[in-house]
């Protein structure tokens, strides 16, 4: 019953934006830990972004600057805006949730396809000219 979308995936050009969307249902996503991940053919799927319970934010070095992630919890969902877009963005996106929050108390270096419970279908992102 604890189910992940994603939505808001497409096809940009560099330097575009986009915005990706997490609606949670099944669930209140309030005490969850929130993580956006992305995988690219031929690659293991990475730790982009993540928002934790209190609003403390984790963002992969290379996205630092050009990505912000946040949650509306009376929307149940979780954004990822994703600004100044690189060839290099070019992936499945996906969410993921984990309870009990794990990161109330702070993030680690990076965060683990391993360390999130749920996840959401995907949502392709393409960045092309």
């Known amino acids: 019953q604890l189910q992940l979308v994603e939505s808001g995936g497409g096809l940009v050009q560099p330097g575009g934006s986009l915005r990706l969307s997490c609606a949670a249902s099944?669930?209140?996503?309030?005490?969850?830990?929130i993580g956006w991940f992305r995988q690219a053919p031929g690659k293991e799927r990475e730790g982009v972004s993540g928002?934790?319970?209190?609003?403390?934010?984790y963002y992969l070095d290379s996205v630092k600057g050009r990505f912000t992630i946040s949650r509306d919890n009376a929307k149940n969902t979780v954004y990822l805006q994703m600004n100044s877009l690189k060839p290099e963005d070019t992936a499945v996106y996906y969410c993921a949730a984990e309870y009990p929050d794990p990161y109330h108390s702070g993030w680690p270096r990076s965060i683990r396809r391993a360390d999130f419970g749920s996840w959401g279908q995907g949502t392709q992102v393409t960045v092309s000219s």
């Open positions: 928002i934790s319970s209190r609003y403390t934010t």
């Open positions: 099944g669930f209140t996503l309030d005490a969850y830990a």
